[in-house]
């Protein structure tokens, strides 16, 4: 089973809104990283939260993680046309050669 | 900034052929990885390598096999291709540290199996 699971799936919003995406893990981690997937590319990192912190900003980006419910929340703000693409999290649990597990995604629709 | 680049964006192959996917990296990364992508299921891990000729099993090896004979090149073998390796093949590589690094991707190969 995924370690990370995005909530929800897919998510259509109005250019100017703010979109939100949640991750469940089960395992303890060193920490947690959100990367975006255009149509057809590769993954991109966007942010990189570890255990012992709460909140991270980056630009439009606010990412917030909850140790004690194995939870973290992806929050776009002020989206744009250009945001439109799938979101994964990505957990490491400090094994050998950092590697990450990854949920299944969340499709991200904005529309103009 | 981080360059991954992998072999091929599209890839037609037919069921027993043997399939070589390679993947470069120019950072000098120790790490590389292999994922397959499929609708649904997110990124599985197929193979990671964290020195030059050493390879791990990842999630799901079962039908691949991968070399590293040098540092920066990372191969994923399909010995004998099956229609259920029709996949998004995807490559990333990062440095070794404590607290835990980014991976940096290659663009991804198509691979489509007849």
């Known amino acids: 089973s995924q370690q990370g699971e995005e909530d929800p799936q897919a998510l259509s919003i109005q250019e100017g809104e703010n979109a939100t995406m949640n991750c469940s893990y089960k395992t303890s981690i060193n920490n947690l990283q959100w990367y975006r997937q255009n149509s057809g590319r590769g993954l991109v990192h966007l942010i990189l939260i570890r255990s012992n912190e709460r909140e991270k900003h980056s630009g439009r980006l606010r990412v917030t993680l909850d140790t004690s419910k194995k939870s973290s929340s992806l929050l776009i703000t002020a989206s744009r046309a250009a945001d439109t693409a799938s979101y994964f999290c990505a957990t490491d649990e400090g094994a050998a050669g950092n590697k990450l597990t990854f949920g299944g995604g969340t499709r991200v629709l904005v529309k103009p | 900034d981080v360059k991954v680049t992998q072999s091929s964006r599209y890839l037609v192959k037919r069921t027993g052929e043997k399939v070589f996917l390679e993947c470069v990296q120019d950072?000098?990364?120790?790490?590389m990885f292999w994922y397959r992508q499929d609708p649904g299921l997110g990124l599985r891990l197929i193979y990671f390598?964290?020195?030059?000729?050493?390879?791990e099993k990842g999630d799901i090896p079962e039908g691949y096999s991968v070399s590293r004979e040098k540092k920066e090149r990372f191969s994923l073998i399909l010995e004998s291709a099956s229609t259920n390796q029709t996949s998004m093949y995807l490559c990333a590589s990062n440095i070794p540290s404590g607290g835990g690094e980014t991976q940096y991707f290659g663009p991804g190969t198509r691979l489509l199996v007849l």
């Open positions: 950072m000098d990364h120790e790490n």
């Open positions: 390598s964290y020195d030059v000729k050493m390879k």
